[in-house]
């Protein structure tokens, strides 16, 4: 079973990368498949196997050049009642330049980064996929 398990998680993690590989710089292309940041925590992806542009609901914060360490930003998780299964709307961060990137753990992080001018959020619905979590 934890063959099973750890054979699922690996070949999700291919996935999301498949899912997501043009806004991974090389810097940060094998950091957060698998595990995103929420709330200041981490949560675990299952990645299903198609990908769903243009349909995303629950935000989703793809750091393009982040702090070292730097994972994706789910805005959402199961047991949030605007939860819609990991249907995820792509928005790209971006520190600007002259900015000493640091890690954006929450959306909370994200807008608080926004608002002083240290990032640009882009939002790219062609990027939007399909890929559900686990606390």
Do not use: E
Request: a neutral charge; hydrophobic letters at 45%.
């Amino acid at each position: 079973m934890k063959r099973l398990i750890a054979g699922s998680l690996v070949a999700g993690a291919l996935l999301l990368g498949t899912a997501i590989s043009g806004f991974a710089d090389s810097a940060n292309a094998a950091v957060g498949f698998g595990t995103l940041f929420y709330n200041g925590g981490t949560i675990h992806t299952v990645v299903t196997p198609s990908a769903f542009p243009n349909s995303g609901q629950d935000p989703f914060f793809k750091v393009t050049n982040g702090a070292a360490g730097q994972l994706g930003i789910a805005g959402v998780a199961p047991g949030t009642a605007d939860y819609h299964g990991g249907a995820w709307a792509v928005n790209l961060v971006t520190f600007r330049s002259g900015i000493t990137p640091y890690p954006l753990t929450s959306v909370q992080a994200v807008q608080t980064a926004a608002a002083a001018g240290d990032v640009t959020v882009t939002r790219v619905p062609a990027a939007d996929f399909r890929c559900p979590v686990q606390p």
